[in-house]
Nanobody, 126 residues
Framework: QVQLVESGGGLVQAGGSLRLSCAAS????????MAWFRQAPGKERDFVTA????????FYADSVKGRFTISRDNSKNTVALQILTLKPEDTAVYYC???????????????????WGQGTQVTVSS
């Protein structure tokens, strides 16, 4: 069982930056692929980025490559998302998620993520 708590969202002007954090409970954090998904109003929850168990491999949606950076600290059971050059279309609720089953071939698959945080709102004004 893993409990996830996100923080760091807020209202930012376009071009600004934010750092989202996700704190995980449990002693087996490094058994999980970690990911961030986001959901804009009226839209489906979409994959944003994922990181492998060791943190060596990272993966990004095309729309965020070069602007978003995911990282994890297995000693602190945390995963972070650094967001640069925010755009209005980045406005969404951002969710941290954990999967014991994800791999480099299927990290985008939402249904593989068994544990979810409550979400943190990111709003980008133009």
């Amino acid at each position: 069982q893993v409990q996830l708590v996100e923080s760091g969202g807020g209202l930012v002007q376009a071009g600004g930056s934010l750092r989202l954090s996700c704190a995980a409970s449990g002693r087996t954090f490094n058994n999980y692929y970690m990911a961030w998904f986001r959901q804009a109003p009226g839209k489906e929850r979409d994959f944003v980025t994922a990181i492998s168990r060791s943190g060596v491999s990272t993966f990004y949606a095309d729309s965020v490559k070069g602007r978003f950076t995911i990282s994890r600290d297995n000693s602190k059971n945390t995963v972070a998302l650094q967001i640069l050059t925010l755009k209005p279309e980045d406005t969404a609720v951002y969710y941290c998620a954990a999967s014991p089953r994800a791999s480099a071939s299927n990290y985008r698959v939402l249904r593989l993520y068994d544990y979810w945080g409550q979400g943190t709102q990111v709003t980008v004004s133009s």
